[in-house]
């Protein structure tokens, strides 16, 4: 049996804010979003047989067609293997700093900014607890050149214009002891990826599976 709205995304967590704000300026009522943790950036190995579960749910419950909004996200090629297996299209490039800024503009930033340490906005929302936090420079920061003392730039690259998102990361640039420089991409691949996920077939959901 068909389901009602017959696409099936299947998304990175740390992306849902953007495609939340995608899905109200694009009439897409025919996809349906599924988010996966965003912390499995952390642990890499769980993002595939994540996937492979939701693929195979969303196969089970009628969707006729899939796309994965990930990049490769630390899965050393094991996430394109299993899409390729499935015959399922996912969001270009290695991570989200590549699909957001675009080749030309993340080979220009590498470049000219050597060393570059880069937040979207989902990481500058996060700063603290993902990487002050995550990294436990909060209780240990006599550690921070060792994480970043090959860093000689933030990069921030900014899917919204926010003066005060830019005031927040180059905040941020100051507390690692980085240089500062601020882009902004906009959706990028995101929002190509998701019209290229709409234009696979013709009410916008959120599933509750179990991950």
């Known amino acids: 049996m068909k389901h009602h709205a017959n696409t099936l995304v299947i998304a990175c967590g740390a992306l849902a804010h953007e495609i939340t704000a995608l899905q109200r300026l694009n009439p897409w009522p025919h996809l349906t ?5 965003a912390d499995w950036h952390n642990t890499p190995d769980k993002i595939t047989p994540g996937v492979a579960r939701h693929i195979e749910r969303a196969r089970a419950a009628g969707f006729e067609h899939i796309y994965v909004a990930f990049a490769d996200c630390g899965t050393g090629g094991q996430l394109d ?34 060393g570059s340490f880069y937040l979207t906005d989902f990481l500058l929302r996060h700063f603290d607890r993902l990487v002050i936090q995550g990294l ?3 209780r240990h920061p006599e550690l921070l050149p060792v994480y970043f003392g090959n860093y000689t730039h933030l990069v921030y690259l900014a899917q919204r214009e926010s003066p005060d998102g830019i005031a927040l990361a180059e905040a941020a640039a ?30 916008l959901g959120v ?5």
Do not use: I
Request: aromatic content about 10%; charged content about 20%.
């Open 33 to 37: 979003v599924q988010c996966l943790p």
């Open 136 to 138: 436990g420079l909060d």
């Open 207 to 211: 599933l509750s599976w179990q991950n």
């Open 81 to 114: 293997a299993l899409l390729k297996r499935e015959g399922v299209e996912r969001l270009p490039g290695a991570h989200c700093y590549g699909f957001f800024a675009g080749d030309a503009l993340f080979d220009e930033l590498n470049e000219t900014a050597l």
């Open 174 to 203: 100051r507390r690692l002891g980085l240089a500062f420089t601020h882009r902004f991409t906009g959706y990028g691949g995101l929002e190509t990826g998701l019209r290229r996920a709409a234009s696979l077939h013709q009410p």
